[in-house]
């Protein structure tokens, strides 16, 4: 509708009427402006009434004519409006959908006949808009007759305007939803798109509302209306969590191609948006752990692509995150663990590599997903981040959190499995040991794991180079504060092989490795003091020597005390019916080697020959000769129960399925249980000390500090190794205390002092 | 005249310190009858609550006075022993509570070490007793105050631990602790805080069930006053003790020990 304001102004040659009066000109004007809303354009003299215009604008009459051409605009609209718009009106809302286009047609029409209208009015006015409108900084004669249409027509018709839209738009929404397809025709998609262009053409309110007609009143209502009906016009019921969702990507889908194609793109986004809030705080919010179930079970990554892509609202974006995290957490309870069988550790490493194959499973679905990827760090606020190693490595985190302890034990021994199989796999070491990060209780997991290195490097169960990648690895996941024992054993096993290879070639009747362990890297709580007495075979005796006088010649300054309990024997013996090697204690050993020289021996005489001490002697009496697994030696005479008058011999009628005997002392049910209460005693003391070392190294700075912040902040500082408790911190303070670290304060006991 | 004034001043308070003297007495525009008065009311009885503030030379003790002294003393001090038979001659007894109120007193700070001869003297004098009769009131009326009077009951509460702690020690085994708290919390009731028996039955057999080994802090001494200060009865624990609080283990686990025993806890 943009005028061409570029025509020339001329001043008139001869000047009519110059000094009538107005109402005569306004007359003769008039008859001009009744011509262009006759139709008559042909008969206007465009020449005659520009000067008629001129003249009047410069015998300062443009205040009356503004005010005349306004009352004629209106006068003109006025009756054009009631002889064409007013019959196609339609009386209600509830008539049909044909009326309704109806009037939108001709309201279009009449819109674009009375602006053409105006245009040609304008045209006449030229001097006029530009001399004296512009002067006075008044609307020009175009936008008056605009202004006048708004108030005579569009304001009064301004809700049958709105609601006829709304009414088709909706009932193409309806139809949409059953024919998936666009229904309307071009033609009416074109007769909506110029009344949406006309409603940005008029201002909202009043001649200078920076608003249009469409952003201030159209808009607004258009929302409201459409949220409505997304709300109440869809039915959910027989619909399943998927299709639900389904149909809702099908009406976004929908919407959005409807919407861009008729109104202006800002606008169109505004509704996707909030219809798509609609879904998502409505039924989407009910349906999301159906569908969490559903797209985790079937591992359908594009779903998964478009429950996360579907929408941006934060509290949605968390209950999906935290609905898949549930749902993993939970898929790892389902892994079932063998209670009943009696290899508790093969039980429990398979239960490792159940929960492994999930975890690997999930990271790839995930990721192939990208899931979170996409998602902003959201919950940052909170102290997350979406990664997807976080939603998996939470998940993980808080399955292990379920049973803290036993995680731990049950991933050590995964490990001890593996890597006393023949042919451990890297790649699945190297799988398990990324669960190692969410052990909330790593200290006991290394507390473990040591134990078990201990016995495979002592008994040589495994493989220094297996040994030392996992050590690398698990330095690499957890850091080297964890390993540094760990390293030392191996260093301890390595330098151990060197050193017997110093040693002095002799009549070499067995082989023998020995193993130089320094004290403080071992798990070894209390070695037997009557180790350095014992009465050795001569052989023994020998290489023990030999190996202590290398030893002392290479690190002088040091001390070597040998720990016998640690050891192992193993003899090669030919049976009557079979020969087999017979791996055994280092005690077990030197009992069995006393019957080298004699065929029979009693408990006191073998103690004379071994100087083993009674209760020692009779645990591997106990193992030898009444265990039923291996009954090596005969006793006489054959009771349960030891005395030192009972005699032994070899059973020479012994025989085994395999050529390789492994005999195990007999322990106690006490000794375990012993054993479990010293490990945790163990665990507890030195979880203590880290403990006392984090409250000191927090509050020595600080000097004062109250219990909660105190217990908080040491928390923080020991979570890579174990989770605090309040019993462990009190235990500690009051330790601290005790000792006088810390001091309570007089007059308020929740504040705690660092004494200096 | 200035000095005559400073003269009989120092004559009548015994007060060695000249400048003392003087700044009362211009304080008084050197009126010695109010500068005395002022020196009384401010020093005696308040300033000079221990002995090492009361005047040591030129005191004029009372014979009487000096020869109960002599009468527990041995090469110039009271030992433990010497002051067993005192406590003895005062009809107590080295478990009665008023023994620990003398021994604030006196300022005796460790019941083994020695009572010198200045603070017994001085500390008497003060409170203005000769012999063994007028001490006897003074104790009991200190008797009166701990059972009256809470600020001084928790005085004395808090005086006992170092007072019985050995030398080079900082604990007290369990025995005596308990001793020590069925005095002040269980016997006789007649002291200020008074704790509902439902709560202080069960915190002596859960005593009693700890390892004989258990020994005390000064920390737990305290806060054992704290605890039974705050919660008297099995309902108030019930309902206001925290055990993510900064109470010590020992307490924390006696609740637990509630818990497990106490039916409905």
């Known amino acids: 509708m943009a005028l061409s304001k570029r025509i020339k102004i001329t001043v008139p040659q001869v000047l009519a009427n110059s000094n009538g009066k107005f109402s005569d000109s306004w007359l003769v004007l008039k008859e001009g402006l009744d011509k262009i809303y006759t139709d008559c354009i042909e008969d206007v003299s465009y020449q005659d009434l520009y000067k008629l215009v001129y003249s009047l604008v410069i015998n300062e009459n443009g205040e009356l004519l503004y005010k005349h051409l306004k009352e004629y605009l209106v006068e003109r609209l006025t009756s054009s409006m009631v002889e064409t718009l007013m019959p196609e009106i339609p009386p209600n809302q509830e008539e049909g959908l044909e009326q309704t286009w109806t009037f939108l047609i001709k309201f279009d029409q009449f819109f674009e006949r009375e602006a053409k209208r105006f245009k040609l009015v304008a045209d006449v006015m030229i001097y006029f808009d530009k001399v004296y409108c512009n002067a006075q900084r008044i609307p020009e004669v175009f936008d008056l007759g605009l202004n006048a249409f708004r108030d005579t027509v569009v304001f009064p018709l301004k809700d049958n305007l709105n609601e006829s839209i709304i009414k088709v738009i909706n009932n193409a929404r309806d139809e949409g939803q059953i024919k998936r397809s666009f229904v309307l025709e071009a033609v009416q998609i074109s007769v909506l798109k110029s009344l949406f262009h006309m409603m940005e053409t008029i201002s ?53 191609a409807f919407m861009e194609g008729l109104i202006n793109p800002d606008s169109s986004h505004k509704l996707i948006d909030i219809l798509t809030n609609t879904f998502v705080s409505g039924k989407l919010k009910d349906i999301l752990g ?71 499973q999930y990271s790839s679905f995930l990721k192939g997903a990208a899931f979170a990827e996409s998602i902003p760090s959201n919950t940052a606020n909170e102290g997350h981040s979406s990664s ?56 006991e997991f290394v507390n473990v794991y040591k134990q078990q290195l201990s016995r495979r490097l002592l008994h040589q169960r495994t493989t220094i180079d297996m040994e030392r990648y996992m050590i690398n690895r698990i330095k690499d996941e957890m850091g080297s504060f964890f390993t540094l024992k760990l390293e030392s054993m191996l260093r301890d096993v390595t330098t151990s ?51 202590e006088v290398a030893y002392n010649k290479k690190y002088n300054q040091r001390v070597l005390n040998w720990a016998h309990k640690l050891g192992l024997i193993e003899i090669s013996y030919r049976f009557e019916k079979s020969s087999h090697d017979l791996a055994m204690s280092f005690y077990a050993g030197l009992i069995f080697l006393a019957f080298e020289e004699q065929d029979e021996l009693t408990t006191e005489k073998l103690q004379q020959l071994t100087n083993l001490p009674e209760q020692e002697l009779v645990k591997q009496l106990v193992t030898l000769a009444v265990a039923p697994r291996y009954r090596i030696l005969l006793k006489e005479p054959n009771t349960k129960t030891i005395r030192m008058t009972d005699t032994f011999r070899v059973n020479e009628r012994y025989t085994a399925a395999t050529k390789s005997v492994r005999i195990q002392t007999v322990i106690s049910p006490n000794t375990i249980s012993n054993a479990v209460q010293d490990k945790n005693s163990q665990l507890d003391k030195e979880r203590t000390i880290v403990t006392n070392a984090a409250i000191v190294r927090i509050l020595k700075p600080s000097r004062q500090m109250i219990f909660d912040d105190l217990f908080d902040q040491a928390k923080k500082l020991v979570e890579q190794r174990f989770t605090l408790t309040k019993q462990t911190f009190k235990r500690s303070i009051d330790h601290l205390i005790d000792k006088e670290y810390v001091q309570r304060d007089p007059n308020d006991h929740e504040v705690y002092h660092y004494i200096t | 005249m200035e000095e005559d004034a400073i003269h009989d001043f120092i004559e009548l308070t015994q007060c060695r310190d000249r400048k003392k003297a003087e700044r009362y007495l211009r304080e008084s525009h050197w009126n010695v009858n109010y500068a005395l008065n002022d020196f009384y009311d401010k020093e005696v009885g308040n300033f000079f609550s221990t002995y090492k503030d009361v005047p040591q030379d030129n005191v004029v003790y009372p014979p009487e006075l000096i020869h109960v002294f002599d009468q527990y ?18 009809s107590l007894s080295i478990d009665d509570l008023v023994t620990i109120c003398l021994a604030q007193l006196l300022g005796w700070e460790n019941l083994l070490a020695p009572i ?85 039955d069960p915190w002596f057999v859960y005593l009693g069930e700890q390892s004989e080994n258990m020994s005390v802090t000064e920390d737990i001494w305290k806060m054992v006053y704290q605890f039974f200060n705050r919660f008297r009865s099995l309902g108030d624990v019930k309902q206001g003790y925290d055990e993510m609080a900064a109470w010590p283990i020992l307490i924390d686990e006696f609740i637990e020990y509630l818990q497990d025993t106490v039916p409905n806890f």
């Open chain 1, 388 to 443: 997807i190693a976080s939603v998996l490595g939470d998940a993980t985190s808080n399955f292990f959190a379920d049973d803290p302890m036993q995680s731990a034990q049950f991933v050590s021994l995964y490990f001890d499995v593996q890597l006393k199989a023949s042919k451990p796999s890297k790649a699945e070491l190297g799988n398990v040991v990324m669960l190692l990060k969410f052990l909330s209780e790593k200290d």
């Open chain 2, 73 to 90: 003393s041995e090469a110039g001090v009271i030992t433990f022993e010497g002051m067993i038979t005192y406590i003895g001659d005062l």
């Open chain 1, 497 to 547: 092989s060197e050193l017997l290879k110093s040693l002095p070639e002799h009549e070499k009747q067995f082989e023998f490795i020995p193993q130089v362990l320094t004290m403080t890297a071992w798990p070894f709580q209390n070695l037997n003091d009557f180790d350095a007495d014992l009465i050795l075979p001569r052989e023994l005796q020998k290489v023990k020597e030999n190996l």
């Open chain 1, 204 to 256: 909202a309110e009043k001649n200078d509302d920076p608003n249009h007609f469409y952003t201030g009143i159209f808009e607004p209502l258009l929302i409201e209306r459409s949220s409505e009906y997304y709300r109440n016009n869809v039915d959910w019921t027989d619909y399943t969590a998927l299709q639900t969702f389904e149909k809702m990507g099908a009406m976004i889908k929908f919407e959005k």
């Open chain 2, 116 to 200: 010198t001869r200045e603070q017994f003297l001085a500390q008497w004098f003060l409170q203005g007793c000769s012999t063994i009769n007028e001490m006897k009131t003074v104790l009991a009326d200190l008797n009166g105050k701990l059972e009256k009077d809470r600020g001084y009951f928790k005085e004395i509460y808090m005086y006992t631990f170092p007072l019985l702690v050995e030398p080079d020690q900082n604990k007290l085994d369990a025995a005596s602790t308990i001793e020590y708290w069925k005095l002040f919390f269980d016997q006789e009731k007649k002291y200020p805080m008074i704790i509902d028996q439902e709560l202080l």
């Open chain 1, 290 to 360: 159906e569908l969490i179930n559903e797209v985790m079970t079937s591992k359908d990554r594009t779903l998964l692509q478009r429950l996360s892509s579907i929408s941006e609202d934060e509290e949605y974006r968390r209950d999906l995150v935290e609905g898949v995290k549930d749902y993993i957490s939970r898929d790892f309870y389902s892994i079932k663990l063998d209670e009943v069988t009696r290899k508790k550790a093969i039980a429990a490493a398979k239960w490792v590599s159940d929960l492994v194959e999930k975890f690997e």
